[in-house]
Nanobody
Framework: QVHLVESGGGLVQAGGSLRLSCAAS????????MGWYRQAPGKQRELVAV???????NYADSVKGRFTISRDSPKNTVFLEMNSLTSEDTAVYYC???????????????WGQGTQVTVSS
């Protein structure tokens, strides 16, 4: 099994910054892609940013130029640096990993429990 634990959420004023971290642990065979999604109240969960094991990155248009995703592959950890935050960024942020636990025959999507990010205007 693969377990994801997020940290770094909190309350910040508009224009401020936060850094989220997510560490994967457990019996990991491989992790291909890691990323962040978010869900605001009354809205569907949406992609924020993902980074593949080869380093390719994809951002949501709404965060391009403000957020930066990075990854420490040997430590199975992914980070999200968030700058110039606005109230529109308020949401629960979920870490996601697509990979395989030891002994599993196929890749699965794993999710963290989420961390709240609140931006006050």
């Amino acid at each position: 099994q693969v377990h994801l634990v997020e940290s770094g959420g909190g309350l910040v004023q508009a224009g401020g910054s936060l850094r989220l971290s997510c560490a994967a642990s457990g019996s990991i065979f491989r992790i291909n892609e890691m990323g962040w999604y978010r869900q605001a109240p009354g809205k569907q969960r949406e992609l924020v940013a993902v980074i593949a094991s080869g380093g390719s990155i994809n951002y949501a248009d709404s965060v391009k130029g403000r957020f930066t995703i990075s990854r420490d592959s040997p430590k199975n950890t992914v980070f999200l640096e968030m700058n110039s935050l606005t109230s529109e960024d308020t949401a629960v942020y979920y870490c996601n990993a697509f990979g395989r636990g030891v002994g599993f025959p196929y890749d699965l999507a794993y999710w963290g429990q989420g961390t709240q990010v609140t931006v006050s205007s």
